[in-house]
């Protein structure tokens, strides 16, 4: 008979979870009052489980991190329930317990990894540090920091740890800043909008690392995101946030395959899925705003957005309900939600692109070289592009594949090159803005990423659309008010806001009012650098209908700058594929999305993501896009194109962008046919299962 060990030599007994939160509220003090700012949160994630977490901003996904973390502000406390990591409470550690718990149990990473990291350290220092805060000594760390760099796929880590921050891209930035979070080999690695600013490229290979390196360090994950195909790649389950609550949770791929709440069913409607285009199949939106943080005490938090709504919905609070399938859903009306009337049209009458009149926008060899430490940095190289009226133009390409340099020199914001010819609607326009005629200037306007940078946070929204409508239409009095007020309802918002200044408003607003003001000298030419990249898929719906309708009824013509291909596809009419600032395939956008694709186009578009989880086979480009400065010989794709040929043409001859199909250009060696028959071969091999070849 075997006796049961003693209390004393038990080893002690591993929980099964790393993570468990239980009926949490945060509240936080604003102005004498206590606002919850989460309400009853309850979720777990076991052992080697990756948790997302997705919802708008101001839904508190963050906010659930940082009371994981114990990193709320002064302002802000656990009012109710609990937070377990590996069983341990953080709210009941002294300062030196909690040094320990942040340092060796859990690590976290953040957006944008150039803030985390300090700009005037090498990054062998920084990285090195970690290792020396557990005990290492100095030249021993500095090893480790190398062999980390270099697990996290970073080909020259040396380099890398002699190097500033500023000196690297950002994708190799947020790997740093990935592997210094796994150095000390963490229970609980927390990703918030890790990839936000990524490319699509980097985007994959970064979140591929993850899930190499979680199974690797055998890490729990909780995924922080708005992109909502990223979570179904990355996490077993999901908890979809509202308000504070918690609305639904469950298994990834049942909750996007069949949601039980219809802030779930909303969400998922305003992302661009399945080829949707503005004039077909119409993103939804989500109607109303998000309630501010204590705002509802009383029933559903969701009610006043809810097309399924009923008054037991505003009277009675739902309790979460069992939706099967290991689903939970905090509605009454559960069953219904995949029924939940849509908010806008499916299909809307566009007004479609003038294809017989005469270009508005005319480049014919437009390059731009910058002279820097004496060196020649070919950012743009010998671009050939007609825009018609009521055209849109997607610009897609990785991060300096010279996308928002041509943006720039087509604005007159960058000179370009000698011989360059940007002619609007027929007449020549000057290099530089500042020599561009009044008529010329209100003709092209630009809507920037981020709208924080771009408004002036001590105007008024009147003033700052006011103030463009005086200089470039010359408007004043009551015919500047008349417009003024078109304007305002034109991008869907109310008088009211007007008085506001930019910090009062929310991202979409704030967008919107961008948006105003670029048409407030109603523009021929408007440049959208990367307009929505920064919101939530909701807003971004709202921002890419209003860009639509606008478009429809203006004549405007878009250059449309993204690197989120589902979006560049539902608005752009035209697709230019740019790889070190030259055009590798330009053609309606229909055709390059549904091929034969230029290899480049073919390994963009394998490294997008999916909902709908059907298998797709990522090509694997080699290293990172080269050096302007030192461009390869002959196609400059060469270097990294997994179907190179072998008889060394492509290294030592440039091909020439050729029509290979009415209005379908490509810059390849390789024929049009073998491309096509080799991407359809493929595509057939995945599909019935087998490994696709690259």
């Keep these: 008979m075997t006796l049961p060990a003693s209390p004393e030599l038990s080893a002690p007994v591993e929980p099964s979870t790393t993570l468990e939160v239980s009926h949490l509220d945060v509240a936080y003090r604003v102005r004498g009052k206590d606002r919850l700012a989460l309400r009853d949160v309850s979720f777990s994630i076991g052992r080697q489980e990756s948790f997302g977490l997705v919802g708008e901003s101001g839904c508190g ?13 002064r302002n802000g406390r656990l009012s109710a329930g609990s937070v377990l990591v590996n069983g341990q409470d953080p709210a009941k550690m002294d300062k030196r317990a909690l040094r320990r718990f942040r340092a060796r149990t859990i690590s976290m990473v953040y957006q944008e990894p150039g803030r985390a990291l300090n700009p005037s350290i090498r990054v062998g220092r920084q990285v090195a540090e970690v290792y020396e805060v557990g005990g290492t000594k100095k030249n021993e760390a500095l090893a480790r920091a190398e062999e980390l760099l270099g697990m996290v796929q970073i080909a020259d880590p040396g380099r890398v740890l002699r190097s500033y921050p500023h000196q690297l891209s950002g994708g190799m930035l947020q790997r740093i800043m990935i592997a210094m979070a796994l150095a000390s080999q963490p229970s609980l690695l927390i990703l918030d909008e890790p990839t936000t600013a990524l490319d699509a490229t980097v985007e994959a290979e970064v979140l591929d690392l993850v899930s190499s390196l979680r199974q690797r360090f055998q890490t729990s994950v909780l995924f922080i995101s708005h992109n909502l195909a ?7 389950r999901v908890g979809v946030m509202y308000a504070g609550e918690l609305v639904e949770q469950g298994p990834a791929q049942e909750i996007f395959d069949n949601p039980r709440h219809p802030y779930t069913v909303g969400l998922l409607r305003c992302v661009p899925r399945g080829g949707q285009r503005k004039d077909h199949g119409r993103l939804d939106t989500i109607p109303g705003f998000l309630p501010g943080p204590g705002e509802v005490q009383v029933g559903c938090i969701f009610a006043k957005r809810c097309a399924l709504a009923s008054q037991r919905c505003l009277e009675e609070t739902p309790p979460m309900y069992d ?31 003038d294809r017989s009149g005469e270009p508005v926008i005319r480049l014919r060899g437009v390059s731009k070289t910058f002279h820097t430490r004496g060196e020649h940095v070919r950012a743009v190289v010998g671009v050939d592009l007609d825009l018609k009226a009521g055209e849109t133009l997607g610009l897609v390409g990785e991060s300096g594949s010279g996308k928002t340099t041509l943006a720039r020199v087509l604005l007159g914001l960058s000179v370009p090159d000698e011989g360059s010819i940007i002619e609007l609607e027929g007449s020549p326009l000057a290099p530089e803005c500042a020599k561009r005629d009044r008529r010329q200037l209100q003709a092209m306007q630009i809507v920037f990423q981020n709208p924080d940078s771009a408004l002036n946070r001590r105007h008024s929204v009147r003033h700052i659309i006011t103030r463009a409508l005086k200089k470039l239409a010359g408007l004043s009095g009551e015919a500047c008010e008349r417009r003024l007020l078109e304007i305002v309802r034109s991008v869907r918002m109310e008088e009211r806001h007007l008085p506001l200044r930019p910090y009062q408003l929310s991202g979409g607003l704030k967008q919107r009012v961008a948006i105003a003001r670029a048409f407030a ?17 909701s807003v971004q719906a709202a921002i890419l209908n209003l860009l639509a309708d606008l478009q429809s009824r203006e004549r405007v013509t878009y250059v449309f700058i993204s690197h989120d291909l589902g979006v ?21 956008a229909e055709t390059v999305f549904s091929g034969p694709h230029h290899p480049y186009t073919e390994s963009l578009l394998s490294a997008v993501p999916s909902l709908d989880g059907s298998p797709r086979e990522r090509i694997r480009l080699k290293g990172e896009i080269p050096s302007a400065a030192h461009s390869p010989s002959g196609c400059v794709f060469h270097t990294r ?29 390789i024929p049009v046919d073998e491309l096509r028959r080799l991407q359809t071969t493929e595509d057939a091999d995945l599909k019935a299962g087998q490994p696709k070849i690259s």
């Design 61 to 73: 996904k963050s906010t659930t991190a940082l009371a994981v973390t114990r990193y709320l502000p």
């Design 521 to 537: 000298g109603a523009p021929r030419v408007l440049v959208c650098d990367e307009p929505t990249s920064a919101l939530d898929v």
């Design 323 to 353: 939706a099967g399938a290991g689903r939970t859903s905090r509605c009454h009306y559960h069953e219904q939600a995949p029924e939940l009337p849509r908010a806008t049209p499916e299909d809307v009458t566009l007004r479609s692109p």
């Design 230 to 236: 990223v979570i179904a790649k990355m996490c077993d």
């Design 641 to 669: 194109c997994p179907r190179r040929l072998a008889n060394g043409l492509c290294e030592s001859t440039e091909p020439g962008l050729v029509e290979v199909e009415p209005g379908h250009m490509l810059r390849c060696h």
């Design 568 to 588: 560049v596809r539902y608005l752009s009419d035209s697709i230019a594929v740019l790889y070190l600032g030259r055009v590798m395939e330009y053609g309606p």
